[in-house]
């Protein structure tokens, strides 16, 4: 079928111009009518975001003026052609979308994911979200300590969704993120955006939520996001520290709502997981173990597996500044109690700023923000970047799971003061002669 006439496209405009004046925007008048077929009036608009609005805000509105232009019992349907992103003009760099990529970790994949006891109902929910999110579990809540995948199930999550074209917008971000923008939009007066940005997802996944339990506002509007996109059957996928009743001061009817859809737990892995990790993580990066060295590396480390991580690439660091094999021998070396020949680790870090600045660790993990606590962690985050190879994601891990512009932000404040005040460039440098020693010592 045709087009409907220029002339009677501009009546219809002008109809809900002056009926609906309130539904307006500028950007109306790029829409286009495509054709006029079965009863249905298909419209053309520039992105996403503008279908999103046309549909949830002025379908009633164009319907009607369609029919009183056409005489005829039409209705209306919106479309676009551009790349599914919701990115917004308020500048949150959220979407996941192909102009606007979020920081998702390719490595954090499905495939790469070994299942064993500890994680296989996580990783089964998790596989279900994806494929059938809105439909399963909703909300899914993952919860385990820290550095045993969370976060990876996520971005899986997120991942899948993505190939599989199961959810067209999709929102990864830290309860940081959200709580952040949250307090950004109140200021700045723009809870609208704000609210049509977070309510017009079809996949929410949020990070380290335990973290709302501190902001008492924040909650509020969670709650509202939450039971918008719950209602309209869009999946959420939260993760935590905890069980959404151990989050401390989180309200009761989140406690609820967290828990109305399925709670899993990600439990520590057995020794069998743990070689079958390393192995994947070697192949991965292109390392080569002996099956020994993976034996002895699992049996060491047991609790975290980013740690599991981390002592593959201190092997494989120190391999490489001898004849390129992992032995034995090395990774004895490599393991060796608390400290190593060509590696610092992060727990050394932390173990010599919080001697040095007087504080505890729980304090640089915790949400305290007085600046007696936040310099510190600061500095550890700085050290961190730069005496390991940690990712800016797998440092802010480390540090109550803060999510990476975090961390950026800390490393670029402790750099400015490093540059521009003595006595921060002094200490610093005292705190890496201390690093010094403690490597050489060991090696
Ligand atoms: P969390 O978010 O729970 O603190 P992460 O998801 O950041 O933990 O995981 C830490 C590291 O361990 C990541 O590099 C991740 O890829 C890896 N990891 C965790 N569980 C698994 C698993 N079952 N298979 C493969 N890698 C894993
Ligand atoms: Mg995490």
Redesign the pocket.
Known sequence: MSAIAVAEWKSILDRIRAVHPALIRGWFSSLKPIDLAGGVLRIRAGNLKQVRYLEDECKPAFVESTQHVLEQLVTTAFETDAPNDIADDEGYPLSISENNQLQL?D??VFD?????A??RMA?AAAVAAAENPGQVYNPLF?H????????????AICHATRRLGTCPTTLYISCETFANHFIEAVERGAMNQFRFHYRHVDLLVI??IQFLGARERSQEEFFHTFNTLHQAQKQIVL?A?CLPSEIPTLENRLVSRFKSGLVTS?DA?CME?RM??IR??SRLRCIEVPEDVIEYVATQIHT???D??GALLRLDAMSQATDGTISMDLARRALADGSEASAISIQQIIDVVTRHFGVRVKDLQSKKRPKSISHPRQVCMYLARELTSHSL??VG?YFG?RDHSTVLHATRTIKKMVDTDTKVRQSIENLRASLRVQQNGAG
């Open positions: 970790n490595d954090y790469n994911f070994v299942v064993g500890g994680n990783h993952i385990g300590d820290v550095g045993l995948g969370k976060t990876h199930l996520l971005q990070d380290d993760s520290d990600i892995p997981t079958a990790i994947k993580k975290n597996i980013r599991l991580e994601e797998e891990g799971g």
